[in-house]
């Protein structure tokens, strides 16, 4: 969208450092989000879930928030391209084009619009997803094989301890 508005204003230099700031500032807050003290939950917890590998905890807390900026920041971008072609058609009183500025703004909302449906339907189903986690119960089988993994670590003792077997 950042590109179809700097050129239907007509490669305005203005539009473009509006449009490139508010892009290189959603970069930003992408970059803060995922890159930045980033959260690891404790390594017992892997072994509870069976080896996951080392994924941090985007869920909960701060974690969480920090997701729901890098949204917010990239449906704020889409807004401002949209917002600068709308000004742009009513600052020029439509007279660049009227069908096509007409149709700019007209797929400008629509894909705006979608945008924002296939947003909200993710944070719905990443920050539900969580909450669906905490009611299913895993099967006796998987919990068995879970506790033995606790107890194997648990009982990981150093060598030349008293309590160690050692073969003959």
Known sequence: MLMRAYAFTGRNRRVLVLLGTG??????VDIWVFCTRVEIPPPILYMVLNGTGCFPNYGAGVMGLRIGYSMLAAIL?????????????????????????????SQGLTAFAFVMVINIATAITYFRILDLRNQVTPTDTVLARRHSCIVDEALDLPPGDSWVIKPA
Do not use: N, P
């Open 77 to 105: 971008m889409d807004l401002l391209s949209l917002v600068v072609v709308v000004v742009y058609c009513v600052k020029s009183k439509w007279k660049r084009d009227v069908s096509l500025a007409r149709y700019f703004v």
């Open 23 to 28: 892009y290189l500032s959603l970069v930003g």
